[in-house]
């Protein structure tokens, strides 16, 4: 049995989960997240709590069932409290400003590049910090990940775009000069 899909999912107050046929929809204060239900996956509602079960024991099945309940899971998370990530801007003359739904970067490159934040999804900057919130996990993993790779971070000087908690490990440099 699968560690993670045999626990349950307590739902906390304010959330509405609505099982249809081949959807689940969460509702809360924060906004409504749908997924659609894998085959041989069943879920149900059982005293404030969802229950994630298979129905039977093929190793299709049982790969699925660990990755439904964590898919409902970031779910209600989602919809009550919500998901962020911390990206900084490391480098001389690198910079960062918001203007609408759109971020303006200048990183060393001959032009400003400037990204289109997705519906769904906020960005707030301050100084060289960029914080990504949205209620849908996936898209802001996928977002951050987007921002990060248009200046990667370089081993020599640290430079270029990274997360807040990602440790760059630095190279020395030329091996012929002893310091």
């Known amino acids: ?8 999912i307590t739902i906390p107050s304010g959330v509405s989960i ?44 049982r790969s ?11 779910m209600v998370t989602g919809v009550t409290e919500g998901f962020s990530k911390k990206l900084e801007i490391n480098g001389v003359g690198y910079r960062v400003a918001l203007t609408g739904n759109a971020l303006k970067f200048n990183l060393g ?3 400003d590049v ?13 100084q060289n910090t ?10 802001v993993g ?7 790779a248009l200046k990667k971070p370089e081993p020599y000087k640290g430079k270029g775009i990274k997360y807040a908690d990602e440790r760059i490990i630095r ?7 002893e310091k």
């Open 1 to 8: 049995m699968s560690r993670v899909g045999k626990s349950p």
């Open 18 to 61: 609505t099982i249809g046929a081949d959807e689940i929809t969460v509702s809360g204060s924060k906004g409504n997240l749908s997924q659609f239900t894998m085959p041989g996956i069943q879920v149900t509602e059982e005293e404030g709590k969802l229950v994630v079960t298979r129905e039977s024991e093929e190793k299709v099945v």
């Open 142 to 148: 996928q977002v951050a990940a987007e921002i990060r």
């Open 64 to 74: 699925k069932h660990g990755l439904m309940r964590a898919l409902l899971n970031n």
């Open 171 to 177: 190279k020395s440099g030329k091996s012929g000069k």
């Open 109 to 111: 490159f001959s032009h």
């Open 130 to 139: 960029i914080t990504i919130s949205g209620i849908d996990r996936q898209q």
């Open 114 to 126: 400037i990204y289109t934040v997705p519906a769904g999804i906020t960005a707030t900057v301050e």
